[in-house]
T-cell receptor, first 109, second 114 residues
Framework: TQLLEQSPQFLSIQEGENLTVYCNSS?????LQWYRQEPGEGPVLLVT?????EVKKLKRLTFQFGDARKDSSLHITAAQPGDTGLYLC?????????FGAGTTVTVRA | IAGITQAPTSQILAAGRRMTLRCTQD?????MYWYRQDLGLGLRLIHY???????GKGEVPDGYSVSRANTDDFPLTLASAVPSQTSVYFC?????????????FGPGTRLTVL
C-alpha cells in the first residue's frame, strides 16, 4: 500500500491544455517534494513545499500544499511537449522520503 | 561536474550470483539512499545512511546490504540475486541536516536477474 496516492496514473493531453496532478495521503508530512523523471534518467527535484496552504510557482507549474500538510497538487498551465515525463510526489518525515507511484504525463504536439 | 555516479549502467545477472552496485557522490552530502523503481510501485527505499559509518533499513531491505565507509561511497550488495530483484536501482544523496531532505539522484542501474 502506497503511503502517498497519486492520481491520475496516466494523463495524455494536447499542447496548450491545462492539467492537474494530485497527491494524497492520510499522513502528515513535514514537507512535500515534487520530482520529474524522464525515461532512462533519475528523478529531478522541481519544488519543495513546507507550510500548510503554501503555493509555489515555477514558470507554468503551480504547486500547492494542503492546509493539513497531507496532500498536494501540481497544476501545469498551457502544457508543452517538454512537460512530458513522470511526475512523482514525495513526503518527508524523519529524514526519509515516501514516494507516490507517479503520474505519467504525455503532452502531444 | 558535481553529482552522483552509478555503475554499472545495466547488468544481466544469473540467479544466485553476488552483485555490487556502486554509487559515488561528490557533493559532500551527509545522507545517502538506495531505491528500487518498479512499474506501478514508484520508488521504494531499500537502505539509507544518515552519515558515514551508519546505515539503516528502508521499506524493502531483504536480500540487500549496504556499507558506508566514507562520505562519498555507498555500495549496494545483492548477496545471492533472485529474479524478483530485477528492477531499476537509484542511488540518491541529500544534505539532510537543517534542510528538507531534498534528494539528488543518480542515473540508475538497470538490473535483470535471470
Amino acid at each position: 500500500t502506497q503511503l502517498l496516492e497519486q492520481s491520475p496514473q496516466f494523463l495524455s493531453i494536447q499542447e496548450g491544455e491545462n492539467l492537474t496532478v494530485y497527491c494524497n495521503s492520510s499522513s502528515v508530512f513535514s514537507s512535500l517534494q515534487w520530482y520529474r523523471q524522464e525515461p532512462g534518467e533519475g528523478p529531478v527535484l522541481l519544488v519543495t513545499v513546507v507550510t500548510g496552504g503554501e503555493v509555489k510557482k515555477l514558470k507554468r507549474l503551480t504547486f500547492q500544499f494542503g492546509d493539513a500538510r497531507k496532500d498536494s497538487s501540481l497544476h501545469i498551465t498551457a502544457a508543452q511537449p517538454g512537460d512530458t515525463g513522470l511526475y512523482l510526489c514525495a513526503g518527508s518525515n524523519d529524514y526519509k522520503l515516501s514516494f507516490g507511484a507517479g503520474t505519467t504525463v504525455t503532452v502531444r504536439a | 561536474i558535481a553529482g552522483i555516479t552509478q555503475a554499472p549502467t545495466s547488468q544481466i545477472l544469473a540467479a544466485g550470483r553476488r552483485m555490487t552496485l556502486r554509487c559515488t557522490q561528490d557533493m559532500r552530502h551527509n545522507a545517502m539512499y538506495w531505491y528500487r523503481q518498479d512499474l506501478g510501485l514508484g520508488l521504494r527505499l531499500i537502505h539509507y545512511s544518515n552519515t558515514a559509518g551508519t546505515t539503516g533499513k528502508g521499506e524493502v531491505p531483504d536480500g540487500y546490504s549496504v556499507s558506508r565507509a566514507n562520505t562519498d561511497d555507498f555500495p549496494l550488495t545483492l548477496a545471492s540475486a533472485v529474479p524478483s530483484q530485477t528492477s531499476v536501482y537509484f542511488c540518491a544523496s541529500s544534505d539532510s541536516v537543517g534542510g528538507y531532505n531534498e534528494q539528488f539522484f543518480g542515473p540508475g542501474t538497470r538490473l535483470t536477474v535471470l
